[in-house]
């Protein structure tokens, strides 16, 4: 399984960089439609679990606008000869790069450095359809780098208690 990177255009120079954060409907994947846009700020050591939308999937655009994150996507389509499998990209403030999270995937990442991340999503976030697998689930066995933050990871009390991957399988 490969993600899908979008690579914006950065200019750098003595004084900072300048980055494009405008995607033109030329890299734009196919049938997305920008619906919502939002942010997060998350301290180093926080790990954002495996998230999802049960109902009125999202796809995602999502880049490190802040920082430094190891982002983490999943195949949760069932019918996919992928289904259960994972990719990862470290993304960086000035990498030039987003991340394409498509319709039937889990989202997640592990903050390097604190970080502030964006997320343009094709529709909008509805709470009662949110969900999310563990984050370090035996069966998924993501490879975390958690030796770059020493081990020391901070949860949501919603990701402590998410399902697992095989609660996910049987529903």
Known sequence: MKIKLIKHRVIKDNRGYFEKDYVDSQEL???????????????????????????????????CLKGKIFDVI?????DSPDFGQWSSVMLEEGDGTSIFVPRGFGHGYLVIEDAVVSY???????SEGD??????????????PTDLINNEIILSEKDRRAQSFQEFKLQ
């Open 29 to 63: 994947p196919e049938g997305f439609v920008l619906r919502e846009n939002f942010y997060t700020h998350s301290v180093k050591g926080v790990i954002r679990a495996i998230h999802f939308q049960q109902v009125e999937e999202q796809a995602k655009i999502v880049r």
């Open 74 to 78: 999943v195949d949760l389509r069932i």
């Open 120 to 126: 343009k999503c094709d529709e909008y976030f509805y």
């Open 131 to 144: 969900s999310a697998i563990l984050w370090d689930d035996p069966e998924l066995n993501i490879d975390w």
